[in-house]
Structure formats: structure tokens, C-alpha cells
Nanobody, 125 residues
């Protein structure tokens, strides 16, 4: 059973920083593509940042230059470093990852998609 466990959310002041972590647990060989999404009440979940297995990244225009997505393959963990936070960054942040549970699955590009439980980020003075 593969699960994604998020941590690092909380309260930050405008202009401050937070780092979110998303660790894959259970029987897993590797994380392929991964991403962070966020959602506020009454709105659709939106992509914040994504990272491919090779390390290439993509960001929403609203967070470019302020947020950085990264990964530690040895730890099967994905991070989102958030800086210069704004009140409009307040949301529940969700981790999404496509995981291989074995080397055979990795070679054959068979992935399980998983979502984390969400972590609340509040930016307020």
C-alpha cells in the first residue's frame, strides 16, 4: 500500500517562507512524476508546481520565482520550498505522485497515482 504523507504546513507571515514535504511510504521503488496542487474553498484544485523524473520542472505563473519544487530520490520525497509568501497563497496544498512499486514496473512505466491528505498553509499577519 503506497501512501503519500505531507508535512510542513502552518501559519506564515506575508513575505515569509515554508517548506512542504511529501514522503512516499509503503512498498515503493521510485517516484516518477510528482506535483503540488492547492485548493481554496469554492475553487477547483490548481497545479502549483510539477517535477519529472529527470528533474525538469514547471510552475504556475502565480508562483514563479517564489516557489521551488525538488525531490530526493533516495528518500522518495518531494519538497515545495515556498518563499515571499502572500495571503493569496493561503490554501490546502496536496501532493500528487506517480509511483512505481517495483523495478519491473519502473522499466515498463507502470505507475500508481497517489494523493496526499493535504496540508493547510495560511499566510496572514
Amino acid at each position: 500500500q503506497v501512501q503519500l504523507v505531507e508535512s510542513g504546513g502552518g501559519l506564515a507571515q506575508p513575505g515569509g517562507s515554508l517548506r512542504l514535504s511529501c514522503a512516499a511510504s509503503g512498498t515503493i521503488f521510485s517516484i516518477n512524476a510528482a506535483a503540488w496542487y492547492r485548493q481554496t474553498p469554492g475553487k477547483q484544485r490548481e497545479l502549483v508546481a510539477a517535477i519529472r523524473s529527470g528533474g525538469s520542472t514547471v510552475y504556475a505563473d502565480s508562483v514563479k520565482g517564489r516557489f521551488t519544487i525538488s525531490r530526493d530520490n533516495a528518500k522518495n520525497t518531494v519538497y515545495l520550498q515556498m518563499s515571499s509568501l502572500r495571503p493569496e497563497d493561503t490554501a490546502v496544498y496536496y501532493c500528487n505522485a506517480h509511483c512505481s512499486i517495483s523495478y519491473a514496473d519502473y522499466v515498463n512505466q507502470r505507475y500508481l497515482e497517489r494523493w496526499g491528505q493535504g496540508t493547510l498553509v495560511t499566510v496572514s499577519s
